[in-house]
């Protein structure tokens, strides 16, 4: 199977519209109802028609936000319910054509366009479960190339109001990018130049579009930096600042910890163009509330990050690929418990089911041939040779303790890299798989649940027994090492509904198990609804409180993560 075949699978897999999420549009024709509070708290229709609409908006920009009395932005309550406010307010299609005017003529036209296949490209990456309504697209796209000129632009967007998407390589799975307000998307991947490497302290600054890969890439091609790389993976093509707005991990976080965990400090434009850095250099620090952590997974709801401060890691001196295969899922999973339990360090554990070496094996992606049965990927590191041959042999000693019926090393460097190269590009190999052997139109739903190690195996069991009452397919693959299984799920358009039954089973049984829905992908606008479930409704809200204090027009990153609009219907 080529790459072409991917790729022409990928573009098939975004071809299809299913079920799109329908949000109020933004200003639309005149036609729209909205509710108004007046100083006194009483709450007043406006009806349709452009007139009344528009004094409503006059008055609205004028006063709405700072008006005393007003509930949006000095509520007495330490939390903000949905219920507690009113529709946002956004500008008008003329307010756009002036906000674009003075955009141009700030950052300059090669920096703002709006031709077809930008905005479509800007509209939809084609993982996500659920499509965007064909009006939820941009208007406009905006490339940044400094802080300064997303401060000042975001200046001018908060003058008229206008909701903006920020966007940075666009491989995010639940809809984050989507334009549910169709306004401007803010490309932030002009911003990619590695500012300083300070190899003495094992940092880097970087501009936000600075791509992991590109780091390593530049990291591995300098002598004196050789030796350093970004701790944190996730999806071919992501970038620092998406990866800080999703609390990204992937592989290596077993060993190095999600995003969060390597980062030191971040520059973020707020909603308004105020330019805050969260943090000086030091790895420590108790200096005031940790705004960093606030920034972490918050999807660009909060602000634009235009720099990040990452730590960098020493790539272990010596590392060898173990591939170790198990009669049934809880062998695997009770392996990975234990080694754990023994504190036995791991530089990566991941788990592909059999379902996965079958696909792997039809990918024909990997030289050497395995057995379809549950199998793991180790990166088991250390100082020399010597010491990971210590490390191996209680590997592999706890390995067959739980019956383990294969543990081979991969021969050298090359195989290795094959392997994990196979299992960052899994998505794709599985569509693939997908489109020639279930169904040309088949598509695939990622989940990303997250449970404590030791309910591992008893939720994948479950999830097991669960899936076999459907008539769909499923393959899993996961990072164990957190807990972290992707347990996605094979369906045909017509199926959706029934695969998005599945999904809520699925997700009910994670939280039985004390787990999260998103373990590193986020919430997007595909999951907000089992954030609440998850965490409950005062904490939700009280995520809505820091929204509206830190963006109280709304107009960053609208409808992710929560809704910020009593308005909207959808229960997704
Ligand atoms: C093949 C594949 C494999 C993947 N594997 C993994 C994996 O192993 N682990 C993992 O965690 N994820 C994985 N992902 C998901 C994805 O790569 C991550 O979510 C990643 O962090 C997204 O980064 P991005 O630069 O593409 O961000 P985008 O998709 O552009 O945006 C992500 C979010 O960040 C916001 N944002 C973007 N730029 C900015 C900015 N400058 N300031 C503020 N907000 C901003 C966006 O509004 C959006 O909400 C995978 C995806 C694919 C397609
Ligand atoms: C975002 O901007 C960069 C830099 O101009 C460009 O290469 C990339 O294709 C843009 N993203 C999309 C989805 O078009
Ligand atoms: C990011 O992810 C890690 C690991 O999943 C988690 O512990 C942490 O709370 C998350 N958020 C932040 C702000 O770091
Ligand atoms: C704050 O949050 C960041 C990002 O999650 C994390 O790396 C850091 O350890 C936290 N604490 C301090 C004091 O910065
Ligand atoms: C692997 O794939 C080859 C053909 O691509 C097939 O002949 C073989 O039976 C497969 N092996 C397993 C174990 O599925
Ligand atoms: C490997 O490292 C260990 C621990 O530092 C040391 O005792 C040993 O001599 C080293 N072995 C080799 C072959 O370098």
Redesign the pocket.
């Known amino acids: 199977m080529s790459k072409t075949a991917i790729l022409n699978g990928l573009k098939r897999l975004t071809k299809v519209p299913i079920r799109p999420v329908r949000f109020y549009s933004v200003e639309s024709n005149g036609k729209r109802i909205g509710t108004s509070t007046n100083d006194n708290g009483v709450r007043l229709s406006l009806v349709s028609g452009s007139l009344i609409v528009g004094i409503g908006l006059g008055l609205i920009s004028s006063s709405y936000f700072v008006s005393k009395g007003d509930k949006q932005v000095f509520p007495l309550q330490s939390t903000t319910p949905l219920t507690a406010l009113d529709p946002p307010r956004y500008g008008s299609d003329e307010d756009l054509k002036l906000c674009i005017k003075e955009i141009i003529q700030t950052i300059g036209s090669d920096n703002v366009k709006n031709t077809e296949a930008e905005l479509d490209h800007h509209t939809d990456n084609g993982f996500n479960p659920t499509k965007p309504q064909p009006h939820q697209k941009p208007r406009w796209i905006v490339y940044a190339t400094s802080t300064e000129d997303v401060s000042a632009v975001m200046k001018i967007i908060n003058k008229y109001n206008i909701p903006v998407v920020p966007f940075s390589g666009g491989t995010s799975l639940e809809g984050h990018t989507y334009s549910t307000r169709p306004g401007i998307v803010l490309n932030t991947s002009k911003m990619n130049k590695i500012l300083a490497v300070h190899h003495k302290d094992l940092d880097a600054v970087l501009q936000a579009g600075v791509g992991w890969q590109q780091l390593n890439e530049y990291l591995a091609s300098v002598p004196e930096y050789k030796n350093m790389m970004l701790g944190c993976d996730c999806g071919p093509g992501a970038h620092v600042c998406g990866m800080v707005n999703t609390n990204a991990s992937g592989i290596g976080a077993t060993r190095y910890g999600s995003m969060?965990?390597n980062?030191i400090s971040i520059t973020v434009v707020l909603a308004d163009g105020t330019v805050v850095k969260t943090?000086k250099r030091p790895r420590k620090?108790?200096a005031g509330y940790?705004l960093?952590?606030l920034f972490?997974g918050s999807e660009g709801t909060l602000g634009i990050v235009t720099e990040v401060t990452v730590k960098l890691q020493v790539r272990p001196p010596y590392e060898t690929v173990a591939v170790v295969q198990f009669p049934t899922l809880k062998d695997s999973t009770n392996t990975v418990a234990e080694l754990f339990q023994k504190g036995i360090q791991l530089n990566a554990v991941e788990l592909l089911d059999s379902s996965m070496m079958k696909c792997i094996n039809y990918s024909n992606l990997v030289s050497k041939k395995y057995d379809n049965v549950p199998t793991l990927f180790f990166k088991i590191s250390g100082l020399n040779k010597t010491v990971v041959q210590e490390y191996v042999k209680q590997v592999k000693q706890i390995s067959q303790d739980n019956h383990c019926s294969k543990f081979e090393f991969a021969k050298n460097e090359q195989e290795a890299e094959e392997l994990f190269s196979t299992r960052k590009n899994a998505l794709y190999l599985m569509l693939d798989y997908a489109f020639n052997e279930i169904d040309e139109n088949a598509k695939m739903w990622i989940t990303d649940c997250a449970v404590p190690l030791s309910n591992l195996a008893a939720t994948l069991e479950e999830l097991d027994k669960i899936t076999a009452t459907y008539p769909l397919t499923h393959m899993t693959l996961g990072h164990v090492g957190d807990g972290n299984i992707h347990y996605d799920i094979f369906y045909e358009p017509d199926q959706f509904e029934i695969c998005k039954q599945l999904v809520a089973e699925i997700n009910a049984v994670t939280l039985k198990n004390e787990g999260t829905c998103s373990g590193e992908h986020g919430i997007g606008t595909g999951k907000r609804k089992f954030l609440e479930d998850e965490l409950g409704s005062d904490t939700v809200d009280l995520m809505r409180k820091v929204k509206l204090a830190i963006d109280p027009k709304r107009l960053l990153n609208p409808d992710k993560v929560l809704k910020i609009d009593p308005l909207d219907p959808s229960n997704e």
């Open positions: 969060g965990a980062i943090k620090s108790s940790n960093t952590g972490v």
